[in-house]
C-alpha cells in the first residue's frame, strides 16, 4: 500500500462516499433526498399541522428558512457520527498496516462535508431560481461558518473516534447527543423567538451560533461576523487541536483494543 498520507487520505475519502451509496438505486442522490425529505416534512408538520408561525420575517417561507441551516447541520452531525465511527469501522486495516490512523477519521469527515454541501449548493441555486433573493455579498460569513463547523465536526469525530476504542457503546449515546443538540440549536426555529436566557445560553453553542450567523447571512446580508461568531470560531480551533491531542495520545492503544 503507498504510504504518502496525502495518497491515503484521497483513497479513504473514494472509499466512504463510494461505500455509502454502494448498491443503491440512486446513488449519490441520496444526498439530495435525504435532506430534501426531512425539509418537507418539518414544513408539513409546523406549518401545516400545528400551524404554528415558525418564521419572523413572513418575507421568508419556511422551507426557505430551514432549508439555509438545514444542510449544514446535516454536514456537521453526518460528519461526526461517521468520523467518531471510522477507527472501529476500519479496524481490520488498522490491525495489518501501519499508518496514520487519523487519516480514515479525516477522511469520514471531508465525505461527508462535500457530499452534503454538494447537495446545499443545488438547494441554494433553486431556491435562488425560485424567486427568494439570496445576499451572495455575505457568502464569506458563509464560507466561514461552514470551514469552523468541519473544524468541530473533526475535534469532535478525533475524540470520540479514540474514546469509541475503549467504549463501544458510545455510538448510541452520540446518536441522542446530536438529536438533543439539533433541537438546542436554532435550526426549526430563530433564536430572535426565544427567551432572553435562552439565547445568552445559546451563546455558549458554537453550532447555534455559526448556523444563525451563515442564515442570517443569507437572508438578511449581515455580511460582518459579530463577536459571538469570532468566539464559536476559535472554540473550534481549540476543539480540533485538542480532538487530535487526545487522538493522538490514544492511538498507538488502537491495536490491542480492537
Given at each position: 500500500?503507498?504510504?504518502?498520507p496525502?495518497?491515503?487520505?484521497?483513497?479513504?475519502?473514494?472509499?466512504?462516499?463510494?461505500?455509502?451509496?454502494?448498491?443503491?438505486?440512486?446513488g449519490?442522490?441520496?444526498?439530495?433526498?435525504?435532506?430534501?425529505?426531512?425539509?418537507?416534512?418539518?414544513?408539513?408538520?409546523?406549518t401545516?399541522v400545528?400551524?404554528?408561525?415558525?418564521?419572523?420575517?413572513?418575507?421568508?417561507?419556511?422551507?426557505?428558512?430551514?432549508?439555509?441551516?438545514?444542510?449544514?447541520w446535516?454536514?456537521?452531525?453526518?460528519?461526526?457520527?461517521?468520523?467518531?465511527?471510522?477507527?472501529?469501522?476500519?479496524?481490520?486495516?488498522?490491525?495489518?498496516?501501519?499508518?496514520?490512523?487519523?487519516?480514515?477519521?479525516?477522511?469520514a469527515v471531508?465525505?461527508?462535508?462535500?457530499v452534503q454541501?454538494?447537495?446545499?449548493?443545488?438547494?441554494l441555486?433553486?431556491?435562488a431560481?425560485?424567486?427568494?433573493?439570496?445576499?451572495?455579498?455575505?457568502?464569506?460569513?458563509?464560507?466561514l461558518?461552514?470551514?469552523?463547523l468541519?473544524?468541530?465536526?473533526?475535534?469532535?469525530?478525533?475524540?470520540?473516534s479514540?474514546?469509541?476504542v475503549?467504549?463501544?457503546?458510545?455510538?448510541?449515546?452520540?446518536?441522542?447527543a446530536?438529536?438533543?443538540?439539533?433541537?438546542?440549536?436554532?435550526?426549526?426555529?430563530?433564536?430572535?423567538?426565544?427567551?432572553?436566557w435562552?439565547?445568552?445560553?445559546?451563546?455558549?453553542?458554537?453550532?447555534?451560533?455559526?448556523?444563525?450567523?451563515?442564515?442570517?447571512a443569507l437572508?438578511?446580508?449581515?455580511?460582518v461576523?459579530?463577536?459571538?461568531?469570532?468566539?464559536?470560531?476559535?472554540?473550534?480551533?481549540?476543539?480540533?487541536?485538542?480532538?487530535?491531542?487526545?487522538f493522538?495520545?490514544?492511538?498507538?492503544?488502537?491495536?490491542?483494543?480492537?
Amino acid at each position: 500500500m503507498n504510504k504518502n498520507p496525502g495518497w491515503l487520505f484521497l483513497r479513504f475519502a473514494q472509499r466512504e462516499v463510494t461505500n455509502r451509496f454502494a448498491g443503491s438505486l440512486l446513488g449519490g442522490l441520496w444526498a439530495l433526498v435525504h435532506p430534501v425529505a426531512l425539509l418537507l416534512i418539518y414544513s408539513f408538520v409546523f406549518t401545516t399541522v400545528l400551524k404554528v408561525r415558525v418564521v419572523a420575517d413572513e418575507g421568508v417561507s419556511f422551507v426557505v428558512f430551514l432549508a439555509v441551516a438545514l444542510w449544514p447541520w446535516m454536514a456537521f452531525s453526518e460528519a461526526v457520527s461517521r468520523g467518531a465511527a471510522a477507527v472501529v469501522a476500519n479496524s481490520a486495516l488498522i490491525k495489518k498496516v501501519p499508518f496514520a490512523h487519523e487519516l480514515v477519521v479525516y477522511a469520514a469527515v471531508a465525505s461527508s462535508f462535500v457530499v452534503q454541501l454538494l447537495g446545499y449548493l443545488v438547494a441554494l441555486a433553486f431556491i435562488a431560481l425560485n424567486g427568494t433573493a439570496l445576499h451572495w455579498s455575505a457568502l464569506p460569513v458563509v464560507l466561514l461558518g461552514l470551514a469552523a463547523l468541519g473544524l468541530l465536526a473533526t475535534g469532535l469525530a478525533l475524540l470520540l473516534s479514540a474514546v469509541h476504542v475503549f467504549v463501544r457503546d458510545l455510538e448510541q449515546g452520540l446518536a441522542h447527543a446530536l438529536a438533543l443538540l439539533f433541537y438546542l440549536s436554532p435550526i426549526l426555529y430563530s433564536a430572535s423567538m426565544v427567551p432572553g436566557w435562552v439565547r445568552d445560553l445559546m451563546l455558549l453553542n458554537p453550532v447555534a451560533v455559526l448556523l444563525e450567523a451563515m442564515r442570517a447571512a443569507l437572508l438578511q446580508g449581515q455580511a460582518v461576523p459579530g463577536q459571538p461568531v469570532l468566539w464559536a470560531v476559535v472554540f473550534c480551533i481549540v476543539a480540533f487541536f485538542l480532538g487530535r491531542l487526545v487522538f493522538q495520545r490514544l492511538s498507538p492503544h488502537f491495536e490491542e483494543a480492537l
